[in-house]
């Protein structure tokens, strides 16, 4: 499928796990893509083997000159930009609301959530000004169903889906549709840290999700590359949740 040739992607958080399966999928379906990532040598690594198609540049979302130079990147190297896929997230942390420092409540809302905010602050003018395009928030399902120990994420995650509903309310008549995904649990390095293995990973969070399984990268960069595609043009201010039935029970 080429359903994306011709256009740029900016990702902002592509240097590993589901960001850098949606670097790979968009250039699959035809795209040149910017990973921008705060990890600058693993996101060249993966532009490199991508190709003349893939540019790297370091990234911190959370600063706005920063996201502000990678919009530039894009602008610089490929002239133009059609979608911004904003995948970023800092570390989990483990805490309810009475455990949890002030200082890990605010990276994780400042990565999700402003991150989201400045990369769209920037990057949208420029998809406008080429004739429209998507924007695609990476979410949860946790930001749909809560969990336990996950105030942070919980709450950054949710904030991420409703900020794409009312950035689609404003955008819409620039034709920039913007859309939240939501992921359920998926084989990362990010999930698989916190399991001895792949297995135990599966058969500890397989089980509530109705599929019986968790996720692979590529699952929820097929859906990300759908949202980015005309495949999606009638589609706006909608959170879609790959999150393999986890949150339908
Ligand atoms: N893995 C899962 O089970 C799962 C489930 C649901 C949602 N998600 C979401 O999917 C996204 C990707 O998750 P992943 O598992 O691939 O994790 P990951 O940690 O591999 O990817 C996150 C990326 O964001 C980058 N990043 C972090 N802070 C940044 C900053 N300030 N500026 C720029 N880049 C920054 C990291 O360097 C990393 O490359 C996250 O938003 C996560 O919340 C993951």
């Not at 080429?2 to 850098?20: E, F, K, Q, Y």
Request: with cysteine; glycine share 10%; aromatic share 4%.
């Amino acid at each position: 499928m080429n359903r994306l040739d011709g256009s740029v992607v900016l990702i902002a958080g592509a240097a590993s796990g589901i960001g850098a399966a949606i670097a790979r999928r968009c250039v699959a379906e035809g795209a040149s893509v910017v990973c921008a990532d705060q990890e600058l040598a693993a996101a060249q690594a993966l532009a490199d083997g991508l190709g003349a198609a893939a540019a790297a540049c370091h990234c911190d979302v959370t600063d706005a000159a920063s996201a502000c130079g990678a919009v530039g990147i894009a602008r610089q190297r490929f002239g133009r930009l059609d979608g911004l896929v904003h995948n970023a997230a800092a570390p989990s942390t483990n805490a309810n609301v009475v455990d949890l420092d002030e200082h890990s409540w605010r990276r994780e809302l400042d990565v999700s959530l402003t991150g989201a905010f400045l990369m769209s602050k920037f990057a949208v003018p420029l998809i406008a000004a080429g004739g429209g395009g998507s924007v695609v928030f990476i979410g949860s399902q946790f930001g749909r169903v809560a969990t336990s120990r996950a105030v942070a994420y919980c709450a950054a995650k949710a904030g991420l889906i409703h900020l794409a509903k009312a950035m689609a309310v404003d955008h819409a008549p620039d034709k920039v549709r913007v859309n939240s995904l939501s992921p359920g649990a998926v084989a990362t390095a990010r999930l698989l840290r916190r399991f001895p293995d792949y297995e135990a990973a599966n058969a500890g969070l397989g089980p509530a999700h109705l599929l019986g399984r968790i996720a692979e990268p590529d699952e929820i960069a097929a859906a990300a590359a759908f949202l980015l595609s005309s495949d999606a043009s009638f589609v706006t201010g909608s959170d879609m949740l790959v999150d393999g039935g986890y949150a339908t029970r």
